[in-house]
């Protein structure tokens, strides 16, 4: 399971994002609003 574990590791690379990708990102998830009621949740976008 070592050997495995081992040959694979050099195989994954980390994903690189552009800054205005990171800002759409930042921004949606602050206009991002959920609501639980009775168990149900609702996701609301507020822009």
Excluded: G
Aim: contains cysteine.
């Amino acid at each position: 399971m070592e050997k495995i574990y081992s040959e694979n590791q050099n195989t994954c690379k980390l994903a690189k994002a552009c800054p205005e990708t990171i800002q759409f990102l930042m921004s949606y998830s602050k206009s991002l609003d959920i609501i639980t009621y009775d168990n149900i949740k609702f996701e609301n976008n507020l822009n």
